[in-house]
């Protein structure tokens, strides 16, 4: 059922639903959807419409503080289906280390291990449509030949690509909305999640309309979906009970921000620039969803020199001292001219598409010409795992936005394990080139210098800063002290809240957030199934 709480604030004055999700994002239309299909009566609140409004999105403005950021009223999107709407469909599962407490990396370690998430991510693998549940040996699922890099050197991953558009929208909502014991508020923002008197769990939350109208929502249990800074913004502004905000009697709320940077760490110089590009590109297989292998460093070699759990990409690029190359110039001017409503997105969709065909029919073949002729160099881009910092982090600021609301800031802060981690890849990677005789690695200049400096450079792709991943501030913990939901994203100290999304990971890993966050939705819904039904 969809109700708009612009038109129609009296339906909720005598409703109590078993579980509240507010966000209609990747987590939180999963969540809504498995509850609802084991019989839940579930309320789905989204701050916006079925589509992209500029005065809803302009609720996300806040101001970086911080290192050098994307402006947050475009790092994320405020309507039904959420930033997703617009992602890259790389899917990829965390590895192992990821989980593992690293002696080497303060406050790494999760609650849970990678077997405890394994059978969420086999769920949201039909989800996604990604194909059979296969992640490694990645050049064997690819189709091509082993590159020759030691593993105990280089390790090789898997991203698998979901090609489907609006995954999570309305044109992918009808169940959800012909659903009777589903009721999705549209134009419904969020702006005070009530703590009992004694501070022991919620008891509504407060709904407000930009036309002014307004509602309670009732529930057993709340779960906050709304992405890592506005989870914690919300969390944090409710703080009329809890001085300091929901989940905040440790200081831990907000704290712990994370990202993936991206940089350009150095040139590759080889006999072969063409074909080792061509090796990690994304490829477009027969049957199923396109596939990319990634390098990232071994285990062995993240413990013994004390690095991230980072990957590179590689680029063909003219010498970046010329600048970003006019077609890529042309497509960001595209890209970001574009407005994220439904026709945007349709255009957005239809150029990737004209995209697609390129890459399958000639990109090949013009890389090959430029690289093979010497217009082109070969580059590493690191995405990197950020280490995980008490001092980056998400705080209340003393703007107000439209509802009244004190708007978030974001301070944004690397420390220097990432840039030593650049540092160590492009040096490991320079080795194993020289041992198998192709070549080595040029550094670039910024990652020998010292300090934690990490500058933006316009030439590495359509990303220049980090991934727009918005990872931690409501960290996952065993110790209240060390974070702010517990191994089953509830909140420490509050009975029936709960937290959804990446923002409850304690450390990033190297894989892209979707496709974990969604399979920690599945864990949390199947959790919250399990306690209704015990009653």
């Known amino acids: 059922m969809l109700v708009d709480l612009q038109k129609n604030p009296e339906a909720f004055a005598d409703r109590q639903f078993d579980v509240c999700v507010i966000g209609a994002g990747a987590a939180g239309v999963t969540l809504a959807r498995e509850l609802m299909r084991a019989g839940h009566q579930v309320c789905l609140a989204e701050s916006g419409g079925m589509d992209f409004e500029e005065k809803t999105q302009a609720l996300y403005g806040g101001t970086n503080i911080g290192h050098d950021y994307y402006p947050l009223e475009e790092s994320r999107l405020r309507f039904f289906g959420g930033t997703v709407s617009i992602w890259g469909g790389r899917c990829a599962i965390l590895d192992k280390i990821d989980f593992a407490r690293r002696s080497w990396v303060p406050h790494s370690g999760w609650p849970i291990t990678r077997d405890d998430v394994m059978p969420y991510w086999r769920k949201a693998q039909d989800i996604f449509e990604i194909g059979p549940f296969e992640w490694d040996d990645a050049y064997r699922l690819c189709g091509i030949p082993d590159q020759g890099f030691d593993p105990e050197k280089l390790a090789t991953d898997l991203w698998r690509f979901d090609e489907a558009t609006e995954r999570f ?6 169940d959800l909305i012909d659903a009777l014991n589903l009721t999705i508020v549209l134009h419904a923002n969020a702006t005070q999640v009530q703590a009992s008197v004694n501070g022991a769990e919620i008891e509504h939350v407060e709904v407000k309309a930009l036309t002014g109208q307004s509602a309670r929502l009732k529930a057993k249990h709340y779960v906050l979906a ?3 800074i506005e989870n914690v913004r919300l969390m944090m502004a409710s703080d009329d ?7 905040n009697a440790q200081d831990q709320l907000g704290r712990f921000f994370m990202e993936h940077p991206t940089g350009r760490i150095g040139k590759v110089e080889t006999s072969r620039p063409f074909d080792l590009w061509a090796a990690y590109q994304k490829r477009f297989m027969k049957s199923g969803p396109p596939l990319a292998p990634v390098l990232r460093l071994s285990d062995a070699v993240q413990e013994a020199e ?8 590689f680029k063909l ?8 190359a006019l077609g890529n110039k042309l497509y960001g001017t595209i ?3 574009l407005n994220p409503n439904r026709t945007g997105r349709r255009l957005d969709h239809i150029y990737r598409g004209v995209r697609a065909w390129f890459h399958k029919a000639v990109r090949e073949k013009v890389e090959a010409a430029m690289a093979n002729t010497g217009m082109t160099g070969l580059y590493m881009i690191i995405r990197g795992e950020q280490a995980p910092n008490p001092d980056s982090r998400i705080v209340l600021s003393s703007k107000r936005n439209a509802l009244g609301e004190r708007q978030a800031d974001l301070d944004w802060q690397l420390d220097d394990l990432d840039k030593h981690t650049a540092r160590v890849f492009a040096r490991v990677f320079g080795e194993e080139l020289q041992r198998m005789g192709q070549g080595h690695v040029t550094p670039t200049e910024w990652i020998t210098e010292a300090g934690n400096d990490w500058p933006v450079d316009p030439t590495v792709g359509n990303h220049p800063i980090a991934g727009y991943h918005h990872m931690g501030g409501t960290r996952m913990s065993d110790d209240p002290k060390a974070g702010v939901v517990d191994a089953h994203c509830r909140v420490h100290g509050l009975a029936n809240l709960h ?4 923002s409850v990971f304690p450390t990033a890993g190297w894989a892209n957030p979707t496709f974990t966050l969604v399979a920690l939705a599945l864990r949390l819904a ?3 199934d399990g306690e209704l039904k015990a009653g």
């Open 241 to 247: 009970v809890i001085s300091g905000g929901l989940g």
């Open 169 to 174: 929208a309305q044109a992918r909502a009808k």
């Open 226 to 228: 709304c992405g890592a």
């Open 306 to 313: 004390g690095a991230m759990n980072s990957i590179v990409t």
């Open 317 to 324: 690029q003219r010498p970046p001292e010329k600048g970003v």
């Open 499 to 502: 937290v959804a999304g990446s």
């Open 526 to 528: 199947e959790r919250l």
């Open 335 to 337: 890209k970001h001219s």
